[in-house]
């Protein structure tokens, strides 16, 4: 699940990653430069043959090329993409309406903070509230139609539940983000995966837990590793270690627009 997630398949085997990279360095808000685009091209190599061993590096390219100016400290921004992306949540970087909700997602369990709910909603949808995947997936947080029946609920009170009602919609990507974790917990534990546990949840929310446990771990693919590390590379603007202030969100639908979706 990412932006674009339900467009047909690319052809050629890395150009997914490309839209990947794309998606994390840019972070729909950000003209990509040429040391952005040859960055681009790294990150395809990397991936087609030495896994992600220089991912953390890539990264800060990407976000010192397309964001230059923000004053980041190097060191700083790469340390945010190792961690666990519990850091607090720079208020400048997402919509002010949208800033409790992203906290209090981010608060449902300890592995995943709101750095890393704000992180995945650019990743998915360039917080384009009204936005419509291919495969159905809605809102700003583009969960498939299923996993939002079962996640979602009525947060504002408005009568009725909809992946298009972005608070709706960024609760249930808290709740299954951390009923992901919570796989990953135990995938860990008994030995049947390894990694970080944020990783496997966020492989699983892109690809399908079942994906990861088959993988013992994230996968070993493009659109796995990508994904994962298209949110990564995202924490340093919403923790503040090299914030990019948010500007021009997209018109939100009103209630009576949405389609409603029956509560779980």
């Given at each position: 699940?990412?932006?674009?997630?339900?467009?047909?398949?690319?052809?050629?085997?890395?150009?997914?990653t490309?839209?990947?990279?794309?998606?994390?360095?840019?972070?729909?808000?950000?003209?990509?430069?040429?040391?952005?685009l040859?960055?681009t091209t790294?990150?395809?190599?990397?991936?087609?043959?030495?896994?992600?061993?220089?991912?953390?590096?890539?990264?800060?390219?990407?976000?010192?090329?397309?964001?230059?100016?923000?004053?980041?400290?190097?060191?700083?921004?790469?340390?945010?993409?190792?961690?666990?992306?519990?850091?607090?949540?720079?208020?400048?970087?997402?919509?002010?309406?949208?800033?409790?909700?992203?906290?209090?997602?981010?608060?449902?369990?300890?592995?995943?903070?709101?750095?890393?709910?704000?992180?995945?909603?650019?990743?998915?949808?360039?917080?384009?509230?009204?936005?419509?995947?291919?495969?159905?997936?809605?809102?700003?947080?583009?969960?498939p139609?299923?996993?939002?029946?079962?996640?979602?609920?009525?947060?504002?009170d408005?009568?009725?539940?909809?992946?298009?009602?972005?608070?709706?919609?960024?609760?249930?990507?808290?709740?299954?983000?951390?009923?992901?974790?919570?796989?990953?917990?135990?995938l860990i534990?008994?030995?049947?995966?390894?990694?970080?546990?944020?990783?496997?949840?966020?492989?699983?929310?892109?690809?399908?837990?079942?994906?990861?446990?088959?993988?013992?771990?994230?996968?070993?693919?493009?659109?796995?590793?990508?994904?994962?590390?298209?949110?990564?590379?995202?924490?340093?603007?919403?923790?503040?270690?090299?914030?990019?202030?948010?500007?021009?969100?997209?018109?939100?639908?009103?209630?009576?627009?949405?389609?409603?979706?029956?509560?779980s």
């Amino acid at each position: 699940m990412s932006l674009g997630a339900g467009q047909p398949p690319d052809e050629g085997g890395t150009s997914r990653t490309v839209r990947n990279t794309l998606a994390a360095g840019t972070g729909f808000g950000i003209l990509l430069s040429p040391l952005a685009l040859l960055s681009t091209t790294v990150i395809v190599i990397i991936f087609g043959g030495l896994g992600v061993i220089l991912a953390p590096l890539i990264a800060l390219i990407l976000l010192f090329s397309g964001g230059g100016d923000s004053g980041g400290d190097p060191n700083a921004v790469m340390s945010s993409f190792q961690g666990d992306g519990k850091g607090e949540l720079d208020s400048e970087t997402v919509p002010s309406d949208l800033e409790d909700t992203i906290n209090e997602a981010g608060g449902l369990c300890d592995p995943v903070g709101p750095v890393v709910i704000a992180a995945q909603i650019e990743r998915e949808s360039g917080w384009n509230a009204s936005l419509t995947g291919l495969n159905g997936e809605q809102g700003l947080s583009q969960l498939p139609p299923d996993v939002f029946k079962q996640y979602g609920k009525d947060e504002d009170d408005n009568g009725s539940t909809s992946a298009l009602d972005p608070k709706d919609s960024i609760m249930a990507q808290g709740r299954f983000m951390c009923d992901l974790a919570d796989q990953a917990q135990k995938l860990i534990d008994s030995g049947a995966a390894t990694g970080k546990v944020l990783d496997l949840a966020l492989a699983g929310y892109d690809e399908g837990m079942d994906t990861v446990r088959a993988a013992r771990g994230v996968p070993q693919t493009n659109e796995g590793q990508g994904y994962v590390l298209g949110v990564r590379a995202l924490f340093a603007k919403y923790d503040g270690t090299a914030p990019i202030p948010f500007s021009s969100p997209p018109a939100t639908p009103s209630p009576s627009a949405s389609t409603p979706t029956p509560e779980s």
